[in-house]
């Protein structure tokens, strides 16, 4: 505990000489001009692989922004992989006929590696099953894979949206520039969404897919280590829903076992020490920013002890934040709206 104490005292002591990262959030036109794709060439070379467990409502919502793409010519390219599988399939699988495949024991790695098995498709995605796509995702990739036959993967942009009915919130990630090259130690400070990425499959052969020991930021894990063996490119392109979680107690108890992954520091993959240092400090002040509006929601609704709570882990997981925003944590007993409009700057 001591030594923890003092990593975050140095950490902060650090960040206050180099500044925090910032976070873009504003969408940019795209600066680089990609080919639109030939659908009726491209409509059979790509897969989509979706994990479910127990949201049937959300992946109808998946599967149809999925099916509508013009690089889906067929439901079969589409698999969903049930890693809660205690009966048959769910009734919009068996309408829309995808491919369903029933595994046991809830692993999102196992699932998305049982599913990415089974294509045969040149290209394979993941989508998350509360997610969805917006008209024309991947298109872009497909034809910056293209132009690059030696990348292992292209990205684009996610928008968040809202997690009751996935309304566009205004901020989208990762921040601008895109990386385009063999730079593992950019991306491991600016990640894509899953959802917007593009794999080669035969990249994700080579790495052996998703790493099962890994439970939390396993998509990152992946992306890292074909970016360590491949060029990778990212297009400006918006294509993804990403529904965010609404502040609660609920989502403060979500992540806090997942803490630790600010102290995450890739070896062997290109990762100098000052791009571990980077992640390391966003990361914090992400964890940090949501412990805190989950703090805001929990006193707005009048559970002061769960506010407690979430203001605790805020602070613990980045003091650096507490003390220049130890007034927002001492006034956390305000509208919640407070927090969701506010942009901390780092």
Known sequence: MRRGLLASLVLAIVAALIGLPGVDLTPDADASVVDSVDVRHDAHRVSVVIPTHKRAAQLEVALNSVLSSP??????QVIVVDDDARGPPPEIVRRLGVRYVPITGNSVSRSRNAGWHRTTTEF????DDDDAWLPGNLEPQLAALDAH??????YGRAQCASEEDLQPHEWTFPALPLIKGHAPGRLHVNYPQLGAVLFRREALQDVAGFDHRVDYGEDADLMLRVAARREIVGVESVGILYRLRDPCRAR?????PHRDVARWRPRGVGVGWKAALEFRLSTRALFFRRFAEDAAACAADGQRWDALVCAARATWVSPLHAIRHRHLLRTSFVP???????????
């Open 71 to 76: 690089l889906i010519s067929s439901p079969q």
């Open 252 to 256: 403060s108890d979500y992540f806090w």
């Open 124 to 127: 394979v995605s993941f989508l």
């Open 149 to 154: 036959p030696d990348a292992g993967f292209a």
């Open 336 to 346: 919640a709206a407070r927090w969701r409009n506010a942009r901390l700057t780092s």
